[in-house]
């Protein structure tokens, strides 16, 4: 079975591959939109903004997650038990006291984000806070620190930057087609060279349209995979799965999304921001978590 550091070198790996991933499409994505518009400048800047967005969200992606998430710094003074809870847990995992955040938020949830553990932190709602009893609160906070001991933060945030950013500019080019521009269909219309010319033209709107679909089912893909593995060393963080499935069973229970879900965060969460109890078919490929029901029958299991 997997242990709470079996899974850190996959995920810098993954992260690396990603980062170039994302520069290949972004690279690809301005080719074809210079070419299509007959000025390569376009190119240069995407592959300037390739650049820029692979440093900011190595760097501050974490940052962006938080503010995003509306998470303020939690005080020891007004959250004890957290504190407590959490401290006890790094000692257990080997991890450094990560930075503690709390949303204002009466749904109940909790995500992990930073780079590294020496740069990492923890955000819960007071949702949770209020609603989880003391061997809960220990299971869900055990899951976070299974994110960061298995360095999935830093692999689930890099992925809210840069896979939002291929989707906007796959939008902003979409969105220009309404209104017109670009010579290339225009011109040499007649003869081989204008088919060709057309059959391309065809072949990279298709690529613009399904590129963010791509990224955005590859960032699916991996929060499901980390849900299960981080909910399995979270259990054996705490030696007690019924803790870390009790809490889920209420978070389940709960229902209704956060006040400020976003899509773009989504994944990070220990469960659907927007409330969501499952679905079946077709739409498990598009959830960005594996059904809860699932985990707590694992959880459950390896009692």
Not at 15 to 23: E, K, S, V
Not at 211 to 227: G, T
Not at 267 to 275: A, C, D, T, V
């Amino acid at each position: 079975m997997a242990t709470l550091y079996t899974q850190q070198d996959k995920n810098v790996r993954r992260t690396w591959f990603l980062m170039a991933f994302f520069l290949v499409i972004i690279v690809a994505l301005g080719y074809f939109i210079s070419w299509y518009y007959q000025s390569y400048i376009i190119l240069y800047v995407a592959i300037a903004f390739a650049v820029i967005m692979n440093f900011t969200s190595y760097w501050y992606s974490d940052k962006i997650s938080l503010a995003t998430a509306g998470a303020k710094p939690a005080s020891r003074e007004q959250f004890p038990e957290l504190f407590r809870v959490t401290e006890n847990l790094a000692i257990t995992a080997g991890l450094p006291m990560p930075a503690l955040y709390v949303i204002d938020d009466s749904a109940p949830n909790a995500f992990a984000t930073g780079r590294n553990k020496q740069h990492a932190a923890v955000a819960v709602t007071s949702g949770l806070l209020g609603m989880m009893n003391e061997n809960e609160l220990s299971g869900v906070v055990a899951h976070e620190l299974s994110h960061i001991g298995n360095r999935d933060t830093l692999l689930q945030t890099v992925v809210v930057v840069l896979v939002g950013f291929i989707a906007l500019a796959a939008n902003i080019f979409t969105r220009s087609l309404w209104f017109g521009g670009g010579n290339r269909g225009r011109s040499n219309n007649g003869g081989g060279g204008g088919q060709l010319q057309l059959i391309l033209m065809i072949v990279g709107i298709i690529f613009v349209v399904l590129s963010p679909i791509i990224a955005m089912l590859i960032q699916l893909a991996i929060s499901r995979k980390r849900e299960f593995l981080a909910d399995a060393d979270g259990a054996l963080l705490t030696r007690y799965p019924e803790g870390l499935a009790s809490a889920l069973t209420k978070i389940a229970a709960y229902g209704a999304p956060l006040k400020h879900a976003n899509t773009a965060t989504a994944h990070l969460y220990i469960s659907n921001p927007f409330g969501s109890k499952g679905g079946k078919g077709m739409s498990k490929l598009f959830m960005t978590h594996p059904p809860t029901e699932e985990r707590i029958a694992i959880l459950r299991g390896m009692e």
